[in-house]
T-cell receptor, first 116, second 115 residues
Framework: AQKVTQAQTEISVVEKEDVTLDCVYE???????LFWYKQPPSGELVFLIRRNSFDEQNEISGRYSWNFQKSTSSFNFTITASQVVDSAVYFC?????????????FGKGTSLLVTP | DAEITQSPRHKITETGRQVTLACHQT?????MFWYRQDLGHGLRLIHYSYGVQDTNKGEVSDGYSVSRSNTEDLPLTLESAASSQTSVYFC??????????????FGPGTRLTVL
């Protein structure tokens, strides 16, 4: 069965600190995709990144970076120089192949609080 | 701009009543999904559809039904609302391009309270 584990339930950091959110997954699929979503206090879900299983290059987008390591089944997310606006719940998700397509299997989320 | 909308945004109902939550997307996506979000559980898949007249059960489908009569809409019906169905419900859609697992775009959510 597909499984996504976000072991950190809550993280609290002070502004400008770097923070890493962990994501470990289990899958039997040879081709799969991993995603990160952000859910700010307003409640909407915002897509951050998609990574396929054949591309292990790290990705950087501004202060955000992602480290995909197939050997350890991890897809960790780092925020550099955190800001108060980064406070949100972050979800890691794994594509799950279904009969006619796919769905997303979400982790339980990590709540990040960045204080001034 | 294309978008995905949900209505109502907030709903309070009583146990046993039938409730329908609307989801409308203008992305022209074939794939549409319903999830529920509960504290400690993340998002769990209720139903999904890969096109008109196609519907499928997800992980937590008991007590829910969907129908897909056009590309834009996937209404979610609670046949007889129960207190355990108090939750935040999210609708999502994604584009089908071969077997590429594209990102899903989410609606703003509907907060449902069953008393």
């Amino acid at each position: 069965a597909q499984k996504v584990t976000q072991a950190q339930t809550e993280i609290s950091v002070v502004e400008k600190e770097d923070v890493t959110l962990d994501c470990v997954y289990e899958t039997r699929d040879t081709t799969y995709y991993l995603f990160w979503y952000k859910q700010p206090p307003s409640g909407e879900l915002v897509f951050l990144i998609r990574r396929n299983s054949f591309d292990e290059q790290n990705e950087i987008s501004g202060r955000y970076s992602w480290n995909f390591q197939k050997s350890t089944s991890s897809f960790n997310f780092t925020i550099t120089a955190s800001q108060v606006v980064d406070s949100a719940v972050y979800f890691c998700a794994l594509s799950e192949a279904l009969d006619s397509g796919y769905a997303l299997n979400f982790g339980k989320g990590t709540s990040l609080l960045v204080t001034p | 701009d294309a978008e995905i909308t949900q209505s109502p945004r907030h709903k309070i109902t009583e146990t046993g009543r039938q409730v329908t939550l609307a989801c409308h997307q203008t992305w022209n996506h074939n794939n549409m999904f319903w999830y529920r979000q509960d504290l400690g559980h993340g998002l769990r898949l209720i139903h999904y559809s890969y096109g008109v007249q196609d519907t499928n059960k997800g992980e937590v489908s008991d007590g829910y039904s969907v129908s897909r009569s056009n590309t834009e809409d996937l209404p979610l019906t609670l046949e007889s609302a129960a207190s355990s169905q108090t939750s935040v419900y999210f609708c999502a859609s994604s584009e089908s391009v071969g077997f590429s697992y594209n990102e899903q775009f989410f609606g703003p959510g509907t907060r449902l309270t069953v008393l």
